[in-house]
């Protein structure tokens, strides 16, 4: 039988590949199959594919064409990634703070389609009101094309009617490579702060992200608020790249003078009260992958989170005040945690969890995946096996990247300032956890320790390492 530990960590990468594009791998012997075959291809992807010098753009016609009027309240709003975790909280927000109409750009068919999406979404997360229904005009579009794929009529129609936008859309995947990504996520912004500047000048906020601080320049360095992003050439996830480009290119549009905002969450987690979350995301897959590993790295990583209502709640707070123009936002819970206290917290509910070097880690992981043996870490293996730099001739891991010895001094003053009036109740990290397990939990996505809902031996098969 195969030792996963005596692989090299090209091997694994090459191997990795394989299982990415392939399925149904049922034994062992087949693993020696995919490994020579693995041995063929390239590897993954990696950041050779972007040029953040290239990237940094706007086109001189585009600026604003007339001053903002700051007295305006906003009766029309324009909303992309309305049908995504973040946006429909966002959209709900929206909706309760103002009066106004909202446009939501929406993949779909047709308006009709568009718009049960949104419903659908919205009730899906326990916030859907009947009294919404005339207030949202779906608009069928796709950020992946120049204009969102709208007919110049109704791009011009939207240019003349918005007062303010919330551009929150994106295609989130830490898996696929810039060249995959910068069409729905760096062009889409282009043509976003287009919008912004024809007709008349429309206020902008942009959903970014902590993440535009993922690489090693900024280890242990610090990460304002007022400076303009750095270090583009060290990011190496192609997500992360289009989300710095987006974030720089908003910036740039800041100084010809459209009245914009930056809102930089870090992983966005459940409703503080109902606990709904997105159970696709990193921290929902990594409760429940390690539990179903039964071990967890010995790496301690930062967990930067922040609640949904939270978070939107306070980007609508923000969005009124007159000082926000111009400025990026950093948002954390008040006390940020380590990988650690969660897995304490876990074992506390009575999950067993053993602790292991990360290559070992990482290595019983690909064994689980190679065998067919669910985990919900799998659709990120190829995040998780990223390695992203060197330190003493040792290849530094993603999760060294994210331990709590690594990351950059982050700084939020600009949230405190605009929210130091504002009541918005944040849990503590502890409450947030517990919130969030009952719901994973309740929704059957997390078995509960022993595996009582379930296949017991299957969702807790350990691997040997
Ligand atoms: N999740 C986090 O922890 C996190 C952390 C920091 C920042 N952010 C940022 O927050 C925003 C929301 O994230 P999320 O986690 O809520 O993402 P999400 O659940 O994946 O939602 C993404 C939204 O963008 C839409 N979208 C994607 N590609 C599109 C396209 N080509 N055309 C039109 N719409 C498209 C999706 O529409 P469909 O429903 O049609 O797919 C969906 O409505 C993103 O900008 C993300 O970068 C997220």
């Known amino acids: 039988m195969m030792d996963f530990r005596k692989l090299s960590p090209q091997d694994k990468r090459r191997l990795l590949v394989d299982l990415l594009t392939r399925k149904g791998l049922t034994d062992v012997h087949s693993l020696e199959h995919l490994l020579r075959l693995g041995r063929q291809t390239s590897g993954l992807k990696d950041k050779s594919q972007f040029d953040p010098s290239k990237e940094v753009f706007l086109d001189p016609d585009i600026r604003p064409c007339s001053p903002w009027d700051e007295t305006l309240e ?66 069928p579009g796709n950020l992946d094309r120049p204009a969102f794929g709208l007919p110049p009529e109704k791009f011009d129609f939207l240019a003349r009617e918005i007062d303010w936008i919330y551009h929150a859309g994106a295609t989130v995947n830490f898996v ?64 992360v790249q289009t989300k710095w480009a987006s974030d720089s290119i908003i910036s740039l549009a800041g100084t010809r003078g459209v009245p914009i905002s930056i809102h930089r969450p870090p992983f966005i987690s459940c409703h503080s009260e109902t606990g709904v979350c997105n159970t696709k995301d990193f921290v929902a897959r990594w409760i429940s992958g390690i539990t179903q590993l039964g071990c967890v790295s010995n790496i301690n990583i930062r967990m930067d989170l922040v609640p949904v209502d939270y978070l939107c709640k306070a980007i609508i707070h923000l969005s009124r005040s007159r000082t926000s123009i111009g400025k990026a936002f950093h948002y954390f819970l008040p006390q940020p945690f380590l990988s650690h206290q969660l ?59 994210y331990s709590s010895e690594r990351r950059p001094r982050y700084d939020g003053k600009n949230v405190q300032f605009e929210l130091q009036n504002a009541s918005i109740p944040c849990p503590s990290s502890e409450q947030l956890f517990r919130t969030y397990y009952d719901y994973l939990i309740r929704s059957g996505f997390l078995k509960p320790p022993g595996g009582a809902a379930g296949n017991p031996s299957r969702a807790h098969a350990r691997p040997s390492f």
Not at 179 to 199: F, G, H, M, W
């Open 343 to 401: 897995v304490e917290w876990l074992t506390g509910y009575g999950y067993k969890l053993s602790v292991a070097p990360y290559d070992e880690w990482e290595s019983g992981l690909l064994r689980t995946a190679a065998l067919g043996v669910d985990n919900a870490l799998h659709p990120l293996l190829g995040f998780l096996a990223a390695r992203v730099g060197e330190e003493n001739g040792r290849p530094l891991s993603i999760a060294d990247m």
């Open 176 to 239: 696929y490579p810039y060249s995959a990504l910068k069409a729905p996520n760096v062009d889409a912004t282009r043509e976003i702060i287009r919008l912004a500047c024809q007709y008349r000048t429309k206020r902008l906020h942009y959903v970014s992200s902590m993440a535009v601080f993922d690489s090693l320049g900024y280890s242990g360095k610090p990460a304002l608020e007022d400076l303009a992003l750095q270090h583009g050439d060290s990011l190496f996830i192609g997500y």
């Open 74 to 139: 906003p009766k029309a709003i324009f909303l992309t990634g309305a049908t995504g975790y973040m946006g429909r909280f966002l959209l709900f927000e929206l909706l309760k703070s103002f009066p106004s109409r909202v446009y939501c750009l929406i993949r779909a068919s047709s308006a009709i389609d568009a718009k049960k999406r949104i419903e659908d979404m919205m009730k899906s997360s326990l916030i859907w009101d009947p009294d919404f229904q005339h207030r949202i005009v779906p608009i």
